[in-house]
Each structure stands twice: as C-alpha cells, then as structure tokens.
C-alpha cells in the first residue's frame, strides 16, 4: 500500500537550492490534510546537507549514495530517485520546479509510466482529493487538475508558490544512507560557469524600467530610456529583447537573469511571463502599461494604463520631469 | 546526419483569450495559431547544423489539420519532408500520451538528433521532450542554448539559473530541448516556399497504444488567474490622462518620485 510523501531537495556541491525549503513547505501542508509523513531525498550528498535537511520536520533524511552522483547528470538522477521511489512506494513525489528538476523529473516519471504535474502555483487538500493549479498561456489563464491513476503523483511546485521560511523545523530527522544502483552516465558535465562578469547589477537599483516586446523596435528603446533618466533609474528588459540582441544580456530580469526588488518597477509593453515574474514581483511598487487589458503583469501590478505606451511614456516623462523640478 | 524536430502549433502569442462553455479550454472559433516559439527555435538550431554537417531535416507535428500551416512554413525554411501525426482533441492527451505518440511516430527514423522547444506556449508542460527521449532510450539535454558539433563530439551549452551555464557532452544519438534566444531565425524566402509545395508531409494516425496511453491528470476547470494586489487602473481608456494621473500617484501615494 502506497504511503508517505517524498520530497526532492536540490543541491550543487553542498549548497542547498532554497526552492527544495518550499517544496518542503509544500510537501508538509499536504502531510498533515492527508495525514502522511514526510520524507526528504538528497541525492549524492555530504553529510553537511544531510543535516541540514535533518533540521527540518520530517520523518527522516534519505541520502542515496553513489559515485557517480557527485556532479549532476539527467541519467544518474533519473536512475538514483527511481530506486528511492521504488523502495520507498510513496503515495506523492514532491520537488520544486527548478531548472534541474525540469531536467531529470520527467524521465523519472516517464518511469511509472507517467508524467508530471509540473510548475504548480497552488495545492488544495480535501481528504484524499488534492487539487493542483498550474498556469497555462505563459500565465494568462489558471488550470485547476487533479490526479488520477495508480501511485505515486508527481508534482513540481514553482519557485514562490510556497515560503522557504514556512517549511517547520523539528527536533532532527534520523538519517537514512540508501546506497542505489546507477547505470550507464551518457553525458559528461564540465564545470559550471557564468557567461560574463555580470557588467551590471541591477539588484542594487532603486528604480528600474523594463521593456518587453511592445517595444517593437530597437530605436524605440531611447523612449524608455528618457523615462528611466527622468525617475533617476536604469533600464532592463525581459528575455525577448536581450534574446533580439536590443539590449545586453545583464540588463535581462528573470529566472535565467537577473532577481531584483527595487522600489519602483515599470513595466513597459511586458505582458508578464512567469520567468519575468520571478524575477521582479518582490518589487515595492510595480506600474504596468500594456495594451491587453488580460496581460498576466497586471496581477501583480499596483498600479496599471491599458494602452499604447507609445502615448504613456513621454507624457509621464514629461510629468515627471515637472514634478522633479 | 538525420535531424527530426518535433514542432507544436499554439494559439497566437498575442491573442485575447477567452474560457470555453465547459471550463475545460478556451474558444478556439476565432483564434489564430502560430508554433510554439521554443520549437521556431530548435527547427532553426536543426537547418544550422545541416548547414554545416549535411543531411536531412524531418519536421513532426500532432494535432488536426490547421497544423499543416505550421509544418508549410517549416518546409519553407528549409525542412525537407514533414510528418503530420493527423487528429483532433490529441493537444489534450497530457504530457506522457503526446511524448510517446510522437515517439512512436518518429521511432522508425532512427535520428541522429531530436530537437524540440524545451516547453509549449499553452499546457507549459515542458515534459514532452524528456520523456520521448526516455521512450526512444536516448540520452537528452534540456534548456541548450548552444550547440558545438564541430568537432566528432556533440557539445551542448544547457542554461542553468540566475546567469550560469554548464557545458555538457553528449552520446549521439540524442534529444536536445532547445531554449529560445539560440540564434536568430530565419524568414522563409520567396523560393523556399515554391520548393516547399514539392516535399512531402505524411500523414499518419497515432499508434493506438500510445494514444490510449491515458493520462494520469485531468483539467477540471481553467479561469482567469485570481488576482495577487488589487490593481489601480488609470486613464479609463485614454492614455495620455493616465500617464499624467499615475506620475501624480507616484509621488503622492507611491511617494516613490
């Protein structure tokens, strides 16, 4: 009989993604309206993450062990978390939706001949019955979906759905060393990096003011830039832009860029992907001008102009430019 | 070398959508369709290399016959043949059902690379690639945002968060997951659309099996996303008053100015 809730927690050389505390965050609220314990999986790591996972509430740490899990791969995580899935028979599988887990966790899953209840916003638990939302349209639409079929569910949660500082600590997990079998490695990983020293820090900026693809062209760009020279801010963008080579790659805010939280954000033409959101919803004030009245950016938005930023950005420049003088 | 991509037609980026009678999906009526951006990007990554290394570029597309629009353009790029897995309703199936119809489908070409978007522009289930790979036994990468086959070996360049990356070396045969942004795509010419009415796109149903797949969740309800901050709308409609009535707020509610 399938029992217990399994969650996945991410580590590079020892240092714990911070999104695995959400997932187990996730994974404790639905422990307790389902009444099941909690079990924490880390693969290939030193005892250091071991215990620090040990600190939480859970009903123990499982640290599968393997050589060939010291550097991340798809094919030995896949191999690894299928022997712990399998040893353990969990009714759910819980991991944060991070990149690495978008990696490997379909694989995994595609072993019990499923797929994934991946990027979840929400959980709702009523008895048995446990509701996953998810977003579609690159966030412009909610889905509400439920599993079915045989044991064991697995659902990704994205970063954000649950608070890292909400995950209940307790008074020290047992943990439980599994040595698993892993197969054939068919890929070699060389050292992680990063591209460039990033030539701007964003993360230190008081305000910011974000273009996305309602800029439409590259010359239009100076319009913005007038208007973060008025607020006294710097100019960023989301992915598409830099994507288009309009703006340098350490001006992109996102998962795959920048995090930043300044006090005032501005968000011109951007409709709000959630890999945009990530990156900047902690902002204090947001202001969002779009044309579509339904665009994503507009639920986290303080303050919003359905138009053509065209006609918005030089008059509210030239206003600002009054009110500052 | 023998290249398939796997190419997803979506509703158009910019489209107003709106919920259908049953909650389950949105009015399709008077929607127009364009490919999944990620998949625009992994044809162009597959045409780049046969560029360099030779060979064949083969396109598969699931769903009814509006995809043909995606599969034409494709060919008109440079694609040069084309496999329409023909049927309604299968964009719904769930990410482990599609992953093996266009498995089953492709099994028999015996690629050298599989590329694919590394996630779709409406489910946004971002699984498809990974388990087809998974299904066909081949090792993948996802997230690539640049390929190195200059050499004997495959080398992949795969994004990881926050600005890092990681170069990975890869067995062929393999699937990769391509990231939006590899390079610039290319616009189908004049003549790559008068060559593209000559190639060949195969129809084929999906393998009863595959599609009897089933899948393991079910959309009960699809809405408009609760909203997180109660937002002030400002203008009513006329831009310019807006703008002058939002500097007014940044200074005097947001004090932020």
């Not at chain 1, 690894?80 to 991070?98: G, I, K, N, S």
């Not at chain 1, 060389?190 to 460039?196: N, T």
Request: aromatic share 6%; charged share 25%; net charge negative.
């Amino acid at each position: 009989m399938p029992n217990g809730i399994l969650v996945f927690i991410e580590h590079r050389q020892g240092a714990i993604n911070k999104t695995s505390f959400e997932a187990v965050a996730a994974a404790q609220a639905l422990g307790a309206g389902a009444g099941q314990d909690v079990s924490a999986v880390v693969l290939g790591a030193d005892a250091g993450v071991a215990r620090e996972v040990a600190a939480y509430k859970l009903a123990r740490v499982i640290s599968a062990e393997n050589p060939k899990l010291a550097d991340y791969t798809s094919d030995a995580y896949a191999d690894a978390m299928e022997r712990v899935v399998r040893a353990r028979d969990p009714q759910y599988v819980l991991l944060p939706h991070t990149y690495l887990v978008r990696d490997y966790a379909p694989k995994l899953a595609a072993r019990f001949g499923k797929g994934l209840v991946s990027d979840c916003i929400r959980m709702k638990a009523e008895g048995p019955m446990v509701t996953f939302t998810r977003r579609l349209f690159l966030g412009k639409m909610d889905a509400d979906v439920v599993a079915k079929g045989e044991p064991p569910v697995f659902a990704t949660f994205q970063s954000g759905a649950y608070r890292a500082d909400q995950a209940e600590r307790g008074e020290g997990a047992q943990v439980e060393s599994l040595p698993v079998e892993v197969g054939e490695v068919r890929m070699q990983p060389e050292a992680p990096f990063q591209e460039v020293k990033q030539a701007v820090d964003l993360s230190k900026a008081d305000v910011i003011v974000a273009i996305g693809r309602g800029i439409k062209s590259q010359e239009n760009i100076a319009l913005a830039q007038k208007l973060a020279d008025a607020l006294g801010g710097d100019i960023a963008a989301s992915r598409p832009i830099c994507d288009a080579g309009w703006l340098p790659i350490d001006r992109q805010i996102g998962s795959s860029g920048q995090t930043v939280a300044p006090k005032l954000y501005v968000a011109l033409g951007i409709s709000g992907a959630i890999q945009h959101l990530v990156g900047m919803k902690n902002s204090s004030t947001i202001v969002a001008v779009n044309k579509d009245p339904e665009a994503p950016i507009f639920d986290i938005a303080d303050y919003g102009i359905v138009g053509d930023l065209f006609e918005v950005v030089p008059v509210l420049t030239e206003e600002i430019k009054k009110l500052k003088s | 070398m023998k290249i398939v991509v796997l190419m997803k037609q979506v509703p158009n980026r910019d489209a107003i959508l709106r919920v259908n009678r049953e909650e389950k999906w949105i009015e399709e009526g008077d929607l127009s369709f364009e490919v999944s951006e990620s998949d625009g990007y992994a044809l162009e990554e597959a045409l780049r290399l046969k560029e360099k290394k030779g060979g064949e570029v083969v396109v598969c597309s699931l769903g009814p016959q509006r995809v043909k629009s995606v599969i034409k353009d494709a060919l008109a790029r440079g694609a040069d043949r084309a496999i329409h897995i023909l049927g309604d309703n299968l964009e719904h199936v769930g990410p482990f059902a599609t992953a093996k119809i266009l498995a089953e489908a492709i099994r028999e070409e015996q690629a050298d690379l599989v590329l694919t978007g590394l996630q779709s522009d409406d489910y946004g289930y971002g699984q498809t690639g990974v388990i087809a790979a998974e299904l066909l036994g081949l090792p993948h990468a996802t997230i690539v945002i640049e390929v190195d086959y200059s050499g004997e070996q495959l080398r992949v360049k795969r994004e990881l968060e926050s600005g890092w990356y990681q170069w990975y070396t890869m067995r062929t045969p393999c699937l990769l997951t391509i990231q939006s942004g590899i390079s610039q795509i290319r616009y189908a010419t004049l003549k790559g659309i008068m060559a593209a009415k000559k190639k060949e796109i195969r129809e084929v149903q999906p393998a009863a099996d595959a599609a009897a797949a089933g899948e393991f969740q079910t959309v009960t309800r699809i809405y408009l996303p609760l909203k997180q901050k109660q937002t002030q709308f400002l203008g009513d409609g006329d831009a310019k008053r807006g703008a002058a009535q939002l500097a007014e707020k940044l200074r005097n509610e947001a004090r932020v100015i």
